[in-house]
Structure formats: structure tokens, C-alpha cells
T-cell receptor, first 115, second 116 residues
Framework: AQTVTQSQPEMSVQEAETVTLSCTYD???????LFWYKQPPSRQMILVIRQEAYKQQNATENRFSVNFQKAAKSFSLKISDSQLGDAAMYFC????????????FGTGTRLQVFP | GAVVSQHPSWVICKSGTSVKIECRSL??????MFWYRQFPKQSLMLMAT?????????EQGVEKDKFLINHASLTLSTLTVTSAHPEDSSFYICSASIGGDPYGYTFGSGTRLTVV
């Protein structure tokens, strides 16, 4: 079975600085999708960024980018120019490319942003 | 964009009663609905997956007779917590997906259930 691990329960960053959140996963599959979701205090899940395993190029969405290392099964999220509004829980998630489309979530990283 | 409306946002019920949580996809047809449970400061744990018109598939350890899931139409799925007890108090989130779209996940805003 696939598993997703986030080894940093909490992280903090100064406003305008850069922070990297770690995520590793375990799978025997070669084709899959990876996601980073943000859950602010409102508890609404918000998609931050996504990556297809077959794409070598790292995904980027404005201030958010990933470092996808397929061989190492690593999928870290880099937040540049951190803003106060980035403070939230961040969850890494995995989805198989097979006929099951459920998301498997990591344990989450709480990000604090200090002014 | 795609929106899933989840109601109620919070509910308090007495122990032994049943509570129904609804998730509606407002502008798309959700072929699959996922139901998650989230304890404070923890991750989302998948409870069950339901496809329209079919019986839900429950994850290991989830009591199917306690957590009744109905997905009678492509726009509505419900989770009923039957004979609720204080240990059922939690945050419940639904997520709808559109078949064939690997990125097509839309989450409801969640329901905080407190059983007293």
C-alpha cells in the first residue's frame, strides 16, 4: 500500500523569506500524481500545486514550486516570498494512476509565518 | 470553478441520535464522492468512497452500519452518523471527483460534529 510521510510537524518562516516543506512517499507504481493542499484555519482544503509523475519538469505556481525527485520518492514544496496568508496546515497527497482515484494524505505540516 | 456545498457546517447532537451531512456538487456532476474524517491537528483519514448509484466502499476499520453513505444522484451524497456517541465527534469533509480527471477534486467546507 502507498504511504505518504511528512516529517516536519511544524515549520516557521519569516515574512518574505523562503521555506521548504518535505514530503516522501512509498509506492511500487511508476505512474501516479502528487499534490500539495493547504488547509487554513477555515478548514477549507485548497489545492496549491500538483505534479504528474511522468513529467520530469517540476511544477510551479507563482510563489509555490516543487522539487520532485522520483527516484528518491521525494516531493518537497518551496514557498518563496512567504506571506502571512500562507500560514496554514499543508498536506502532501498521492493518487495512483490506476482505476482507484482516492487521495492518500500525509500527516501534515503546520506552517507559521512571522512578520 | 467547481464547488461542493457541504451542510451543515457544524452540528451538536445528543448521544444516541443520528446526524445527516450533505454534500452537493453545484455546477458539475460528481461521479465519485470521498468522505474523510479529521481529528484535531491530524490528517484526513479516508472513511469511504461512493460512486453514484452504487454501494459505498468503506476503508478498513470503518463501521459501515454506523456511517451510512448514500450517493443517489450525481450531485448529492450524504453521510449519516447513526446512534452517534461522543467518540464520533470530529470534523467530516467530503470531496467530489469527476471521473477521468486525475486532478478533479473539489472539497466541501467540512462539518464539525459534536456529540454530547
Amino acid at each position: 500500500a502507498q504511504t505518504v510521510t511528512q516529517s516536519q510537524p511544524e515549520m516557521s518562516v519569516q515574512e518574505a523569506e523562503t521555506v521548504t516543506l518535505s514530503c516522501t512517499y512509498d509506492t511500487s507504481e511508476s505512474d501516479y500524481y502528487l499534490f500539495w493542499y493547504k488547509q487554513p484555519p477555515s478548514r477549507q482544503m485548497i489545492l496549491v500545486i500538483r505534479q504528474e509523475a511522468y513529467k520530469q519538469q517540476n511544477a510551479t505556481e507563482n510563489r509555490f514550486s516543487v522539487n520532485f525527485q522520483k527516484a528518491a520518492k521525494s516531493f518537497s514544496l518551496k514557498i518563496s516570498d512567504s506571506q502571512l496568508g500562507d500560514a496554514a496546515m499543508y498536506f502532501c497527497a498521492y493518487r495512483s494512476a490506476r482505476n482507484t482515484d482516492k487521495l492518500i494524505f500525509g500527516t501534515g505540516t503546520r506552517l507559521q509565518v512571522f512578520p | 470553478g467547481a464547488v461542493v456545498s457541504q451542510h451543515p457546517s457544524w452540528v451538536i447532537c445528543k448521544s444516541g441520535t443520528s446526524v445527516k451531512i450533505e454534500c452537493r456538487s453545484l455546477d458539475f456532476q460528481a461521479t465519485t464522492m470521498f468522505w474523510y474524517r479529521q481529528f484535531p491537528k491530524q490528517s484526513l483519514m479516508l472513511m469511504a468512497t461512493s460512486n453514484e448509484g452504487s454501494k459505498a466502499t468503506y476503508e478498513q476499520g470503518v463501521e459501515k452500519d454506523k456511517f451510512l453513505i448514500n450517493h443517489a444522484s450525481l450531485t448529492l451524497s450524504t453521510l449519516t452518523v447513526t446512534s452517534a456517541h461522543p467518540e464520533d465527534s470530529s470534523f467530516y469533509i467530503c470531496s467530489a471527483s469527476i471521473g477521468g480527471d486525475p486532478y478533479g477534486y473539489t472539497f466541501g467546507s467540512g462539518t464539525r460534529l459534536t456529540v454530547v
